[in-house]
């Protein structure tokens, strides 16, 4: 489970560091930085799977994902007694990410390359420093892993062995993850290629979801809803039948769901609804409806990950339904780290009242996301980038 996620100069997450929970809720006024907090987790994401250079890329490059502000506030800016401007960077540019566990923790630091003419990717970002070490506060003697600019070295007892160089644009997570030279960093990458992104399912008339599907064992719910009746089937032959069934029914009551196989092995949804003299299919479903079930194969999944992340899961949901899936939400956190931004104020009540959630709430000063209530060294997660930044 992750204890606490750190970001600098991300968008409008000059410094931020949250403390995290079984159940993390993040709310906030339009603007406040919900999704910027949701796309750093992504981009933290990529990592482990080779493309944190190319999902920067996609936002526009180091240059409009950085921090737009001044690299400090003044006194006198905070009070609003001089006007917020920027003056000589004392600092290169650094976008920095980085979480703990109880394990095994991680940060990495990325940056513009020093100009030489020799190339013309000069906006093209590289990563200037990793560190994976051992539990959740970093201190020099507790790392195991590090890369400074092209050079990584494993610790081997008391002493560091050179493991390799390697290009400005990979993640040690593509070349370190040796099962016996450096057997955490294997752990760490394939624990966080397991965490879970939901936030495009599509409920439009030409879903996939709606239409008849090849059907496999699916015990991973894709991240668009395309093989939905597979998921759901697979919960019901593998998975948990009973809290698929106890779902549905606390939603929708006196409603079931059959998963009906056609011919050449198309898998088809037919809901019950209590009332009709015949099933829905899924082209006759709403938006809401559809929804709804998709995030119930995506909850119940046979696979829970160590992390899943839900991305304003209220959309397209009527009111009636947020309190079943406040309750299928706190039930999935007995096996998996649940995050849920949201601004519906009826879901994030709901979710309140689980005794693991942590509530944030986010506002946004000078341009800058803060958390309501973190104030001072006190209130705030402790954390040290292994860079010095």
Not at 85 to 104: A, H, S, V
Not at 135 to 161: C, F, H, M, Q
Not at 303 to 326: G, Y
Not at 373 to 379: C, D, K, P, V
């Amino acid at each position: 489970m992750l204890n606490t996620l750190a970001i600098a100069n991300y968008r409008s997450l000059l410094k931020l560091t949250l403390k995290l929970g079984q159940l993390n809720v993040i709310t906030g006024a339009n603007g406040s930085g919900k999704s910027n907090l949701y796309r750093a987790l992504r981009l933290l994401a990529e990592t482990a799977q080779g493309g944190v250079i190319n999902a920067l890329a996609k936002e526009g490059g180091l240059d409009s994902t950085f921090w737009a502000g001044p690299e400090t506030f003044s006194k006198c800016m905070k009070d609003g007694t001089a006007p917020v401007q920027g003056l000589i960077r004392n600092t290169p540019m650094r976008l920095r990410l980085g979480f703990t566990t109880n394990d095994f923790s991680y940060a990495i630091t990325l940056g513009l390359p020093a100009p030489d003419g020799t190339s013309m990717f000069t906006h093209d970002p590289e990563i200037k420093h990793e560190a994976i070490w051992h539990g959740t506060l970093y201190r020099p003697a507790s790392t195991l892993v590090v890369r400074d600019n092209a050079v990584i070295k494993i610790r081997d007892g008391s002493s560091w062995e050179v493991s390799q160089t390697i290009q400005s644009f990979d993640s040690l997570f593509s070349q370190t993850a040796d099962p016996e030279r450096a057997p955490e960093a294997l752990r760490l990458r394939e624990s966080i290629r397991q965490w879970r992104f939901y936030d495009h399912f599509r409920t439009d008339a030409d879903a996939p979801a709606r239409q008849p599907q090849l059907g496999t064992r699916t015990p991973v719910l894709h991240h668009d809803g395309r093989d939905l009746a597979a998921a759901l089937r697979t919960i019901d032959e593998i998975g948990d039948r009973e809290a698929l069934e106890e779902a549905i029914s606390d939603a929708f009551p006196g409603s079931h769901l059959n998963i009906v196989q056609q011919d050449g092995g198309r898998f088809v949804i037919e809901f019950h609804h209590h009332g009709l003299l015949r099933p829905l299919n899924g082209a006759e479903l709403s938006d809401g409806m559809l929804r709804y079930l998709l995030l119930v194969a995506a909850l119940l999944t046979p696979r829970p990950p160590p992390l899943m992340v839900l991305n304003e899961p209220e959309n397209s949901l009527h009111p009636d339904l947020l309190p079943a899936l406040a309750r299928l939400i706190i039930q999935a956190t007995q096996h998996t780290q649940v995050w849920v931004v949201s601004h519906a104020q009826p879901l994030v009540a709901a979710l309140k009242q689980s005794e693991h959630c942590n509530a944030i709430e986010l506002e946004k000063i000078l341009g800058e996301t803060k958390v309501i209530g973190q104030t001072g060294l006190l209130s705030t997660p402790s954390w040290h980038w292994p860079d010095g930044g």
